[in-house]
């Protein structure tokens, strides 16, 4: 260059990359991917047989990070490997078979290699024009995933970030459904205050939704449960009519397949029939237990959600997926495009209304879809029924080795969770869980049923084995009464 500068351009049959640390050779990319993938590997294993719980000293941790201050390149070899040893001791392990944890269960194989691939191509699935495949196969897998639940043949949807953009999405329906003018004036357009309806035992994340929806925190009426968990159709059908006396304007009943606390199944046949009576959009939240389509033994226990308008099922919890990747559908495919619309000259098309930047909330999109199109590609149904079967399986078999020994088993979930309440004469459940945490044994959490704290247990690794329910047997058992780590 002129000025001095130096330019470096690829040359014919050079080998790609430009040798930057951002953009490294090929021959540097496949000895760190070959690297990683070991490390990887060995980190799993290292995981297996240790604490579910972390063990990072924190402050040491956050002395570490401050050193990291870009001014500089970083080692490769030094980077890859110092990230690596902080995650496997500094979060709690999804990824081990003794965590009976939240619904974040560890990811199937063919869903960590899709992450993989969909990072490469990096394809763009706001329109169909950028990403025709990419966009095809999101629809087969939406399509295929409908058939299976039984929901109607023009049931429409797509992929979400997981299960509250698949519920906000629902509400966004709902609204748009309720009244021609909601779209351009909002909640203006109602005679009253807007009211959704949830069982009380229902994932709360509700409130943030009717926030962000512009109706409040207010239009989300918590339904009282019938003492096992779920909503009480009479208490439903009651709050409606109390509700429109008041001046409120119902909108959509919510119920929910699998509830966080005790994987209870609401009466969905029965909130199915509410919501036809009061003319109101019935949307189901199965982001846990949609799972249980995948087989023929329990898909039954989800009748009544064929009749939805719209259903949530979160590809990320039974089906396995890496974080995060939910699902959305409808029967009105025309409500997308009525929600989510827009006109921009600088996108490349719009193809009639169903390019997914008009059809849902997202615009960047990545291409989420393929970890669970690789998934039931690679296992197909069956293979899913048989992870399902297990999950459910083990619960049972963790049920009966407590109630033995004498703890009960106050829920009775057919989602593969349980409460747990400890046996006349032990501490409570707080304490219980705090004891088993702290021993790094295994993860289980404190829940509310009904009012009462209990301990929750649900199996989400496909290779939780009855030795591990074992193990977390004899951690409650020890934990009933032994005293903290470090009490004096």
Same mark, same amino acid.
Not at 9 to 17: D, F, I, V
Not at 305 to 311: G, K, R, W
Not at 367 to 378: D, K, N, P, V, Y
């Given at each position: 260059?002129?000025?001095?500068?130096?330019?470096?351009?690829?040359?014919?049959?050079?080998?790609?990359?430009?040798?930057?640390?951002?953009?490294?050779?090929?021959?540097?990319?496949?000895?760190?991917?070959?690297?990683?993938?070991?490390?990887?590997?060995?980190?799993?294993?290292?995981?297996?047989?240790?604490?579910?719980?972390?063990?990072?000293?924190?402050?040491?941790?956050?002395?570490?990070?401050?050193?990291?201050?870009?001014?500089?390149?970083?080692?490769?070899?030094?980077?890859?490997?110092?990230?690596?040893?902080?995650?496997?001791?500094?979060?709690?392990?999804?990824?081990?078979?003794?965590?009976?944890?939240?619904?974040?269960?560890?990811?199937?194989?063919?869903?960590?290699?899709?992450?993989?691939? &969909?990072? +490469?191509?990096? #394809?763009? @699935?706001?329109? $169909?024009?950028? !990403?025709?495949? *990419?966009?095809?196969?999101?629809? =087969?897998?939406?399509?295929?995933?409908?058939?299976?639940?039984?929901?109607?043949?023009?049931?429409?949807?797509?992929?979400?970030?997981?299960?509250?953009?698949?519920?906000?999405?629902?509400?966004?329906?709902?609204?748009?459904?309720?009244?021609?003018?909601?779209?351009?004036?909002?909640?203006? &357009?109602? +005679?009253?205050? #807007?009211? @959704?309806?949830? $069982?009380?035992? !229902?994932?709360? *994340?509700?409130?943030?939704?009717? =926030?962000?929806?512009?109706?409040?925190?207010?239009?989300?009426?918590?339904?009282?449960?019938?003492?096992?968990?779920?909503?009480?159709?009479?208490?439903?059908?009651?709050?409606?009519?109390?509700?429109?006396?008041?001046?409120?304007?119902?909108?959509?009943?919510?119920?929910?397949?699998?509830?966080?606390? +005790?994987?209870?199944?609401?009466?969905?046949?029965?909130?199915?029939?509410?919501?036809?009576?009061?003319?109101?959009?019935?949307?189901?939240?199965?982001?846990?237990?949609?799972?249980?389509?995948?087989?023929?033994?329990?898909?039954?226990?989800?009748?009544?959600?064929?009749?939805?308008?719209?259903?949530?099922?979160?590809?990320?919890?039974?089906?396995?997926?890496?974080?995060?990747?939910?699902?959305?559908?409808?029967?009105?495919?025309?409500?997308?495009?009525?929600?989510?619309?827009?006109?921009?000259?600088?996108?490349?098309?719009?193809?009639?209304?169903?390019?997914?930047?008009?059809?849902?909330?997202?615009?960047?999109?990545?291409?989420?879809?393929?970890?669970?199109?690789?998934?039931?590609?690679?296992?197909?149904?069956?293979?899913?029924?048989?992870?399902?079967?297990?999950?459910?399986?083990?619960?049972?078999?963790?049920?009966?080795?407590?109630?033995?020994?004498?703890?009960?088993?106050?829920?009775?979930?057919?989602?593969?969770?349980?409460?747990?309440?400890?046996?006349?004469?032990?501490?409570?459940?707080?304490?219980?869980?705090?004891?088993?945490?702290?021993?790094?044994?295994?993860?289980?959490?404190?829940?509310?049923?009904?009012?009462?704290?209990?301990?929750?247990?649900?199996?989400?690794?496909?290779?939780?084995?009855?030795?591990?329910?074992?193990?977390?047997?004899?951690?409650?058992?020890?934990?009933?009464?032994?005293?903290?780590?470090?009490?004096?």
């Amino acid at each position: 260059m002129a000025d001095g500068g130096q330019m470096t351009l690829q040359r014919a049959g050079a080998e790609p990359g430009s040798g930057s640390p951002l953009f490294p050779a090929r021959s540097e990319r496949e000895h760190w991917d070959d690297r990683l993938t070991r490390d990887l590997l060995a980190a799993d294993s290292r995981v297996r047989e240790g604490a579910v719980t972390p063990t990072l000293d924190l402050a040491a941790f956050r002395r570490e990070l401050a050193e990291f201050d870009f001014a500089a390149e970083y080692p490769a070899e030094a980077l890859f490997s110092w990230v690596v040893a902080q995650l496997e001791r500094g979060v709690v392990h999804v990824t081990h078979p003794r965590y009976f944890g939240l619904f974040n269960p560890a990811p199937t194989f063919p869903a960590q290699c899709a992450d993989r691939i &969909a990072a +490469a191509f990096n #394809p763009q @699935l706001a329109t $169909s024009t950028t !990403s025709p495949v *990419a966009v095809e196969i999101e629809t =087969h897998t939406i399509a295929a995933v409908a058939r299976r639940a039984g929901l109607a043949p023009e049931t429409a949807g797509h992929f979400t970030t997981g299960g509250a953009e698949a519920n906000y999405t629902a509400l966004i329906c709902a609204l748009t459904q309720a009244h021609a003018d909601f779209a351009a004036v909002g909640a203006r &357009a109602f +005679a009253g205050p #807007p009211a @959704l309806y949830v $069982s009380r035992e !229902s994932h709360l *994340a509700w409130f943030k939704i009717a =926030h962000q929806a512009g109706i409040g925190r207010d239009a989300v009426r918590l339904v009282a449960t019938d003492g096992s968990g779920r909503l009480d159709p009479d208490a439903l059908a009651a709050a409606i009519r109390a509700d429109r006396t008041d001046g409120r304007v119902p909108v959509m009943i919510a119920a929910t397949a699998g509830t966080t606390n +005790a994987g209870m199944i609401d009466p969905l046949p029965a909130c199915a029939a509410i919501a036809r009576g009061e003319g109101l959009w019935y949307h189901v939240d199965a982001a846990w237990g949609g799972g249980l389509i995948a087989s023929d033994r329990t898909r039954g226990v989800l009748a009544g959600i064929e009749e939805a308008d719209s259903v949530t099922i979160d590809a990320h919890k039974w089906f396995a997926a890496t974080m995060g990747c939910g699902m959305f559908f409808t029967r009105y495919r025309n409500i997308l495009g009525a929600a989510f619309r827009v006109s921009t000259g600088y996108m490349p098309s719009n193809l009639g209304g169903i390019d997914p930047y008009v059809t849902s909330l997202q615009w960047s999109r990545r291409f989420l879809g393929l970890r669970l199109f690789m998934s039931l590609a690679a296992a197909g149904w069956s293979g899913y029924a048989r992870h399902i079967e297990h999950a459910v399986e083990l619960t049972a078999f963790l049920a009966r080795a407590l109630t033995a020994r004498g703890w009960s088993i106050a829920n009775r979930s057919p989602a593969a969770v349980l409460c747990i309440e400890p046996p006349p004469g032990s501490d409570d459940a707080r304490a219980i869980v705090a004891r088993v945490l702290a021993s790094g044994r295994a993860w289980i959490s404190v829940a509310d049923f009904e009012g009462r704290p209990v301990i929750r247990a649900c199996v989400t690794h496909g290779d939780t084995a009855p030795d591990d329910a074992m193990a977390l047997v004899e951690a409650l058992e020890s934990a009933r009464h032994a005293p903290l780590a470090g009490a004096g």
